[in-house]
């Protein structure tokens, strides 16, 4: 089957049980999933129920479709993503974003938790994502490119919004919350990175590093999406201070910051 008609079979299967036409999505990271109770949520369709989709592995990614109002907003957020470090091709790791497209999604909201390299910025901090580098060895746009999905050689010269994030910096203002703005570095994970990668990846220009987002923000950017980027500092690493990470800290991090994130989105969202 076509890469089209298995978005189309897939967008099918949510438009029958959520018909409104939906305007923005939502991808929720690792130990994000507070912002769903935000969400005025109407119906709730497990991944596991639709077509060609595929399931979320990995503890405190839920695996379901979040689908109702935020902000006056007709949303879909995903509650649980892919990533390659899972076994899934980055194709498979991006069809989401595909379907979110075919169901009238403009707007992307992608959100992470990261680890921090600027020396001055602290876990439990806010970043909004100016500019991402690939470097997952990987691109999801490899193979045959079909023109009715977006063009073969996409622009991405400004893959995170301006306008997007010029409105995110406002709301962050009016709620006092403290909007850092660099780069995030995409890497493949699973493990996290040694003192000399940390070192690598700052000296090329990253201000913070993850295992996602950027597979999911090249393919809308290639369907023409507008996107805005938001990662949660969960740890703290400088190569000459590096203490050991554990997962149950990095997600109670998460959660700690998540109100920000909340009414950052939700700000965000009222103004669309």
Not at 72 to 79: E, H
Not at 184 to 209: C, S, W
């Amino acid at each position: 089957m076509h890469a089209r008609e298995r978005i189309a079979a897939c967008a099918q299967a949510v438009r029958a049980r959520f018909a409104k036409p939906v305007e923005a999505a939502i991808i929720l990271g690792t130990g994000l999933g507070g912002l769903a109770e935000e969400i005025q949520v109407e119906q709730v369709i497990d991944y596991s129920d639709l077509p060609n989709f595929p399931l979320s592995t990995v503890e405190s990614h839920k695996g379901r479709l979040l689908c109702g109002t935020l902000g006056g907003k007709t949303i879909i957020a995903m509650q649980g993503r892919f990533h390659a470090y899972e076994g899934y091709s980055l194709q498979q790791v991006t069809f989401p974003v595909r379907v979110l497209r075919a169901l009238g999604a403009q707007t992307l909201i992608v959100s992470n938790a990261c680890g921090g390299m600027h020396p001055l910025w602290a876990p439990g901090d806010l970043m909004l994502i100016a500019d991402h580098i690939n470097l997952l060895g990987d691109n999801p746009l490899i193979g045959p490119n079909d023109e009715t999905l977006g063009p073969r050689f996409p622009d991405m010269s400004e893959p995170y919004d301006a306008g997007l994030r010029t409105l995110a910096r406002a709301v962050a203002l009016e709620h006092g919350v403290a909007l850092r703005e660099g780069v995030y570095v995409a890497v493949q994970g699973p493990n996290l990175e040694t003192r000399a990668e940390y070192r690598f990846l700052r000296g090329i220009g990253a201000d913070v590093v993850g295992m996602s987002t950027v597979p999911e923000v090249i393919v809308a950017v290639h369907g023409g999406m507008r996107v805005l980027g938001l990662s949660i500092i969960t740890d703290q690493c400088l190569p000459d201070s590096l203490k050991p990470a554990h997962l149950p800290d990095i997600i109670a991090v998460a959660k700690g910051a998540e109100p920000k994130l909340s009414a950052v989105v939700k700000g965000v969202l009222a103004q669309l």
